[in-house]
């Protein structure tokens, strides 16, 4: 699809179009296309578009979204296999449905499986790099196998091959007690709800935390940034380590909000703060 709109469908509701969309049916599919894209063209790979900033000029060259194909979910006596394009929530609750423990950290995390690994997502104490067994990789030369540790995870990344995507991953589970995993499950989601503004236009976690005793937010909230706002975007009052879009914002409203609380947080502390949310795209 040429200029295909992309906006609205961002977790903020911002942003510009897609100069061409393709959204592969299964894998062999995306390795065609992977394999016959000039390597000169400009790639974008989208999954939940939950912890992003799309710029108001859109993206150029070709924006991959993985469709329906790979959204599968296999469950196994120690584990589940995920397509890249399920998303997280739904994994956590297809394992404690199974009484399948040590998942239930993904009930946390906006998203899909294949950003997931991509950026070694992680919430409330755990990462995928700990449960990942392996993810199976569509390239230019074909479906290659990795194992987690080829995968060079480190904080809030992974090490992919070039021009690269996640189709699926398989997932280490442990057999448990149903109500046990279910009552954490219901634990985490509760936990989000009261400390996280999971119902605002947000893209979720907008800054890493950088090393040392300090989190993001209490850095930014020392910086005097709760509630900060930038034409209709703001610093969340909620959790300051979220940006919303209030209604009417823009790509470039939201990402100069950002870096304002950078550059204050700079100020106040001397640490740079590194962003966690994905920026893509033109401005406008």
Known sequence: MHDAPLGAQTWFRVGGNAEILV??????????????????????????????????????????????????????????????AALDVTVAETAAAHALGGLEFLVGIPGTIGGAVAMNAGAYGAEIKDVLDWAEIATPAGLIRMAAQDLRFAYRRAELPARSVVTRARLRATPGDAAAITARLNEIRAARETTQPVRARTGGSTFKNPPGAKKAWELIDEAGCRGLTRGAAQVSEKHCNFLLNLGGATAADIEALGEEVRARVRAASGIELEWEIKRIGRPA
């Open 23 to 84: 959204r592969p049916g299964d894998a062999d599919d995306l390795v065609t296309l992977l394999k016959d894209l000039p390597k000169a063209t400009p790639l974008t790979i989208i999954g939940a578009a939950s912890n992003m900033i799309l710029r108001d000029g859109g993206i150029e060259g070709v924006t991959i979204r993985l469709a329906r194909g790979f959204g599968g979910i296999t469950v196994e006596a120690d584990g589940i296999v995920a397509g890249a």
